[in-house]
C-alpha cells in the first residue's frame, strides 16, 4: 500500500514513525529525487521563513524505491547508503565541517570492514573494523559506533556504543513456547526501557520505561486480524492509565483515535479524513489543502489552523519514467 515506506523502515516503525517516514507513505510513482521543504509563518511580518527541522530534507532513490541518498536539513550532510533500512552507510559527507567519512563492507558478510575519514586539510586516517566469526557459529563485529554480537542466525543479540555507555541486548526466546523476542535497552548501565516484539511480523507488543530502574510508564499494544494497530493501553508511574482505541476506513487508513480515562465515557481524541490520494485533510485541530502533481505525489501542502494558513511543505520531485521535474 506504501512501497517507498516499505522499502525504507521496517513494519515496526509504520504506526509510530519519524516525520520521515509518515512523508514517504505520499510519494506515488516512480521517483528519482524528491526535495521537501518546510515553511512557518513569521507572526510578526506574516511571511513564511524555511524551517530548518527534519520536515526539511532531501532524497534520492533507486529505481526499487530506496533511497540511496540523502541530504538533510540545509544540505549539511549527505550520505549514501549501501542499505538504508539496515542504516548501512557508503559515505557521509559533513559539508559544514568539510570532511567525509567512507566505509567499505565485506562481500560474504555484507558488513563494514574499513572505515576512511578524510578531514578538510586533506588528512585521512583508516580504521580496519574487526569481524571475527566464533566456534558456535556466532558473529563478532566492531562498528565505527558500535560492537555488536550476532547470534548463528545472523540476529543481532547485543550492541554497545563504543562513544558512550548504551547497549541494547535482544533475547530471542522460544519461539515454540513465547512467540516474542525481546529488546532492552541500558544507559549508565541502568535499564532504562524494555520492549517486546511478536515473532510473527515484528509488531511491537509491550514498550516500559524505567526511572532509577524503578517502572516510569508501560504501554500495551494490540492488534486486529489485518496487523493494524486497534488498542494501545499506557500506564504511569502514578497508577493512571489511559486506553486508545483506533478505527480505520476501508484502505486500511486511521479514521480516528478513540481515548478512555478510568471512571470516564470515550471521548475522541482525533479524528482524520482524506482526498482520493489517500491524504489527511482534516484532523481535529486542523485542516491541510494540497497541490497535486499529475503521478498523485502532492507538490504543496498548506496546513491551516483557525483558519490561518501557519505551515507550507513544498517538493520538487524528479521521475525515473520520463525525466519529468516538478516544482
Known sequence: MFPYLEKNYQKTQWFYGSSEANMLKSLKGNIKFMKQTAYLINSNTDEFEPVSGIESMSLEFNEQKEIITKWSVG?????????????????????????????????????????????????????????????????????????????????????????????????????????????????????????????????????????????????????????????????????????????????????????SYPGRTMGTCDFFEYDIHDNVIQSRDNSFQYTYDQFGSWTEKLEISNEKVVQKTTREIEYFANGLHVV
Request: net charge negative; aromatic share 18%; with cysteine.
Open 75 to 259: 544540505d549539511s550532510y549527505e550520505t549514501k547508503y549501501k542499505s538504508f533500512i539496515e542504516d548501512k552507510m557508503l559515505s557521509n559527507k559533513h559539508h559544514s565541517a568539510n570532511s567525509v567519512e567512507l566505509f567499505e563492507y565485506d562481500d560474504a558478510m555484507g558488513l563494514a570492514n574499513k572505515y576512511t575519514k578524510i578531514s578538510s586539510d586533506g588528512r585521512k586516517t583508516q580504521q580496519n573494523l574487526k569481524i571475527e566469526i566464533q566456534k558456535d557459529g556466532s558473529i563478532y563485529h566492531s562498528d565505527k559506533d558500535y560492537d555488536i554480537q550476532y547470534d548463528n542466525y545472523e540476529r543481532i543479540t547485543r550492541k554497545k556504543a563504543n562513544y558512550r555507555d548504551f547497549e541494547i541486548v535482544i533475547d530471542y526466546l522460544s519461539f515454540s513456547k513465547k512467540g516474542y523476542y525481546t529488546k532492552t535497552y541500558y544507559i549508565d548501565n541502568q535499564m532504562d526501557s524494555f520492549e517486546k516484539y511478536s515473532y510473527d511480523d515484528d509488531t511491537l507488543i509491550e514498550e516500559i520505561m524505567y526511572r532509577n530502574e524503578a517502572v516510569k510508564s508501560k504501554k500495551m499494544f494490540f492488534y486486529d486480524e489485518k496487523n493494524r494497530l486497534f488498542q494501545c493501553i499506557s500506564f504511569n508511574d502514578e497508577d493512571s492509565f489511559e486506553n486508545h482505541y483506533y478505527f480505520y476506513n476501508d484502505k486500511d487508513l486511521l479514521i480516528e483515535d478513540k481515548i
